[in-house]
């Protein structure tokens, strides 16, 4: 049965003042031959789709025949959306009014790149656990259908041994924008400014990105034959997990428990400080077990205006 799908992790979005384009890859399986393909794809996917303030419309497609595929049916489809060119007007006869300006001067031509992406991180405590299978040593096996275990261990090995938890995934934004900085903008002495604000999150709404959750990674510089310096800055955002709690478990006399702790940001690092302590068994043996002693939180990065940066074109509030 022929069917599409996505590719994970190919969705592109890249806008500026005056236009803006998007494109998403598919896998396409079981089709005859590349137009069984393309009128497929063209009827799978949407005729338009939204970037920032723009409407992205007429779709472009390009089929591309998987040659590894010994069943030949095989196809990867990449569709690109853009606005709709803006032919430059001219009415016959008229005349023309031209406002003076430095030719030196770059043009209001900032653009935007986003890429969708995910990190792993590690999760202790599970959360809506359900128990489907338990069994007792003696016993046959019980199967439970809707035992409800809230922040439930993951991966505990014995229990007087912390959990070890599960990687997990979470999504994060790598956005790239691109503009052209004026000559007589972008002394050593700006250039200083902004090398000084790397690796510092937005202090206040940004492109419509909540506070703290971008930060600002990298920066490239590249003098052009007009004087003037194309630059491209390079962010990173997260979303916020104000409010998110992350459990932690130790020891006390009453057994395993687990203490949560609220991340305030999403750039906000949680320190988990263990010692290791003996511990009398019900057999009379002594057994060394880690326990959790204190848990910091650590904001590591500070706050800077991204109004500073000089990005001609994008909304910085």
């Not at 049965?1 to 890249?14: F, G, L």
């Not at 853009?82 to 043009?107: L, R, V, Y």
Request: aromatic letters at 12%; proline letters at 5%.
């Amino acid at each position: 049965m022929a069917y599409i799908e996505e590719k994970q992790d190919s969705r592109t979005m890249n806008w500026n003042s005056k236009s803006a384009s998007t494109s998403r890859t598919y896998h396409m399986f079981d089709y005859a031959d590349t137009q069984d393909a393309i009128l497929a794809l063209g009827a799978y996917v949407p005729s338009d789709i939204p970037v920032a303030t723009y409407l992205c419309v007429q779709p472009e497609y390009e089929v591309t025949p998987i040659f590894s595929d010994p069943d030949k049916t095989l196809y990867e489809g990449k569709v690109t959306w853009k606005t709709p060119d803006i032919s430059a007007g001219g009415g016959g006869g008229g005349g023309s009014t031209n406002t003076a300006k430095d030719p030196q001067e770059p043009e209001d031509n900032t653009s935007l790149t986003v890429s969708f992406n995910t990190m792993s991180e590690v999760r202790q405590f599970g959360i809506n656990a359900r128990r489907v299978y338990k069994f007792d040593m003696g016993d046959d096996m019980h199967i439970w259908n809707s035992e409800i275990l809230d922040a439930y261990a993951i991966n505990q090995q014995s229990p007087m041994l912390p959990p070890e938890g599960i990687e997990y995934n979470v999504p994060i934004v790598t956005i790239t924008a691109k503009t052209v900085i004026s000559y007589s903008v972008a002394t050593p002495e700006w250039q200083r400014a902004r090398f000084n604000q790397l690796w510092h999150s937005n202090d206040a709404e940004w492109n419509g990105l909540a506070v703290n959750t971008t930060m600002f990674t990298g920066m490239e510089l590249s003098q052009r034959g007009d004087n003037n310096w194309d630059v491209t800055y390079n962010f990173e955002y997260r979303t916020p997990t104000i409010g998110t709690p992350e459990s932690f478990s130790y020891y006390d006399q009453g057994g395993l428990k687990s203490v949560e702790i609220v991340r305030a940001n999403p750039w906000m690092v949680i320190d988990a400080r263990y010692e290791e302590v003996k511990q009398t068994s019900t057999d009379g043996y002594d057994k060394t077990v880690r326990n959790l002693t204190e848990v910091v939180t650590h904001n590591i990065y500070d706050q800077t205006d991204f109004n500073e940066l000089g990005m001609v074109g994008i909304p910085t509030s």
